[in-house]
């Protein structure tokens, strides 16, 4: 079995900064494309960033400039480091990725439990 453990969530004021951990756990043989989404309360879910497995990142313009995902590939572990919050990116935040368990399986996807992000004015 394969799990997505997320962890950094938790209440901070505008101006403030979180860093999320997205953990991958499990028989892995190659890990695909992350993306990082989030959900607000009474809205649909939505993309905020994606990791290739190269390295090559993209960001929704809402949060360009101000958040950073990284990767570690030994570890199994993606980032996603959330600089000057605003109350507007409260939201619960999803990592979403593709992994191969044995190299002759296609692609799964997987989604970790969520963590809340809260930013208070």
């Known amino acids: 079995q394969v799990q997505l453990v997320e962890s950094g969530g938790g209440l901070v004021q505008a101006g403030g900064t979180l860093r999320l951990s997205c953990a991958a756990s499990?028989?892995?043989?190659?890990?695909?494309?992350i993306g990082w989404y989030r959900q607000a309360p009474g809205k649909q879910r939505e993309l905020v960033a994606t990791i290739t497995s190269g390295g090559s990142t993209n960001y929704a313009e809402s949060v360009k400039g101000r958040f950073t995902t990284s990767r570690d590939n030994a570890k199994n572990t993606v980032y996603l480091q959330m600089n000057s919050l605003k109350p507007e990116d409260t939201a619960v935040y999803y990592c979403?990725?593709?992994?191969?368990?044995?190299?002759?399986?296609?692609?799964?996807?997987?989604w970790g439990q969520g963590t809340q992000v809260t930013v208070s004015s």
């Open positions: 979403y990725t593709e992994i191969k368990r044995q190299a002759w399986m296609r692609y799964y996807d997987y």
């Open positions: 499990g028989i892995i043989f190659s890990i695909n494309v």
